[in-house]
């Protein structure tokens, strides 16, 4: 049904080459669909659908695409998918494309979490329910995790070498996951660092 | 409809709600999630909008549901309005939170994007965009264990968590589909088994 998965070489070639001839969007109501289908298999959170979809299946962006985009969806305010869904629209269509990628993102989502808001009051205490949720928050939490050690693999093409860019990663998983630092301070200093180490690394 | 609270809102307190989810929108980097707290400061202390019950409920429910988890603000905004006393009132709540918090940060996103867009062969712009990738993928890994740590009880948990390493496995080294593995989780749950 799908095609293998590309080889990095093949997708850095592409993406150098010939921009036109990569796959995107058809339309808005393409854009909106995607989207929206993103959306409702993304239980716990969207991100891992995002590169499942938009880089492994769909290849609307590279895996470093992907990577460097939600850098600053991450960085910027606001719900992180809700930001790289505006990006990814917008690259397309402009500010109807942002718009379209948003509303598919949060439309369908927003009536049923509402309808599931009212079922709940009805059927929450059961503890087969309950066990169900708990069952599917666990799958999502490796999803998770299975989409860093993917995009891990990108680090072999960064400017730095390995020997920095891996121990940054552990640092910050550390401060985050063990520490609970917040989140702002971390992103400033550990953040930071990669930023004036790999604008010292790039030529001017 | 029968909701724990009664309350009456004026035109000042909806006005009130709405100006100051505008403000956490600005506040909410690294996702609405992280200014929950401030939230419940302002909803269930400040105010008494919500019960503590309500608010937890409405962070778990979006948790559980497909769709961005920013979507808790609109269970938030829909219970104060059931507490106000009418579903005209739930759907003024959800639009209320809903457009607070993704108005300011929707702007401002999209207008650096697209200056980004345009001068990213810039050497300022490709430095602050690749070096911000080793502590993506670190928090990549961090949300995973943080969702995956549950209650922190290796005791009782380590079912769940040999779920989420086996299906983080079989993710990584696959194609499946995802849904497959979300209902092997959900029946796994329903059963107990986990």
């Known amino acids: 049904?799908?095609?293998?998965?590309?080889?990095?070489?093949?997708?850095?070639?592409?993406?150098?080459?010939?921009?036109?001839?990569?796959?995107?969007?058809a339309s808005l109501a393409d854009l909106f669909f995607s989207f929206t289908w993103l959306a409702l298999q993304g239980f716990g959170g969207v991100l891992a659908v995002v590169q499942r979809e938009l880089v492994?299946?769909?290849?609307?962006?590279?895996?470093?695409?992907?990577?460097?985009?939600?850098?600053?969806?991450?960085?910027?305010?606001?719900?992180?998918?809700?930001?790289?869904?505006?990006?990814?629209?917008?690259?397309?269509?402009?500010?109807?494309?942002?718009?379209?990628?948003?509303?598919?993102?949060?439309?369908?989502?927003?009536?049923?979490?509402?309808?599931?808001?009212?079922?709940?009051?009805?059927?929450?205490?059961?503890p087969q329910v309950i066990g169900a949720l708990r069952g599917m928050a666990a799958v999502s939490a490796g999803m998770i995790g299975a989409t860093g050690l993917k995009l891990a693999a990108a680090l072999n093409k960064h400017p730095l070498p390995l020997w920095l860019?891996?121990?940054?990663?552990?640092?910050?998983?550390?401060?985050?996951?063990?520490?609970?630092?917040?989140?702002?301070?971390?992103l400033l200093g550990l953040g930071g660092l990669g930023c004036v180490l790999t604008y010292r690394k790039l030529a001017p | 409809m029968n909701p724990p609270i009664h309350l009456v809102l004026g035109m000042g307190d909806w006005l009130s709600l709405f100006g100051h989810y505008l403000m956490l929108s600005l506040m909410s980097i690294g996702g609405a999630i992280s200014t929950t707290s401030e939230m419940h400061r302002f909803l269930v202390e400040q105010h008494g909008w919500l019960t503590q019950a309500q608010f937890n409920e409405s962070v778990a429910i979006a948790q559980a549901a497909p769709g961005p988890n920013v979507l808790f603000v609109a269970l938030m905004g829909w219970n104060v309005g059931l507490n106000a006393g009418s579903y005209t009132a739930a759907y003024l709540g959800v639009f209320v939170t809903m457009v607070g918090i993704m108005l300011p940060s929707t702007t401002l996103t999209y207008v650096a994007a697209q200056w980004g867009y345009r001068n990213r062969d810039l050497r300022g712009v490709r430095a602050f965009k690749q070096g911000m990738v080793p502590i993506v993928i670190a928090l990549l890994f961090s949300t995973g264990m943080i969702l995956g740590g549950a209650n922190h009880n290796p005791g009782t948990d380590w079912p769940l968590w040999t779920l989420s390493i086996v299906a983080g496995l079989i993710i990584w080294r696959t194609r499946i589909h995802l849904l497959w593995l979300l209902a092997a989780g959900a029946v796994l749950g329903w059963f107990q088994l986990v």
């Open chain 1, 1 to 25: 049904m799908h095609p293998p998965l590309p080889s990095p070489t093949v997708n850095a070639a592409a993406s150098d080459t010939e921009p036109a001839l990569r796959p995107r969007p």
């Open chain 1, 56 to 126: 492994e299946r769909k290849r609307w962006l590279t895996q470093e695409e992907f990577l460097e985009d939600w850098a600053v969806a991450q960085i910027m305010p606001g719900p992180n998918v809700a930001n790289l869904s505006l990006m990814v629209g917008g690259r397309y269509f402009g500010l109807k494309g942002a718009l379209t990628a948003l509303a598919g993102m949060l439309a369908a989502p927003l009536v049923i979490v509402l309808i599931l808001g009212v079922l709940y009051t009805r059927f929450g205490a059961h």
């Open chain 1, 165 to 186: 860019t891996v121990p940054i990663s552990v640092l910050g998983v550390l401060m985050v996951a063990i520490l609970h630092w917040p989140l702002f301070y971390i």
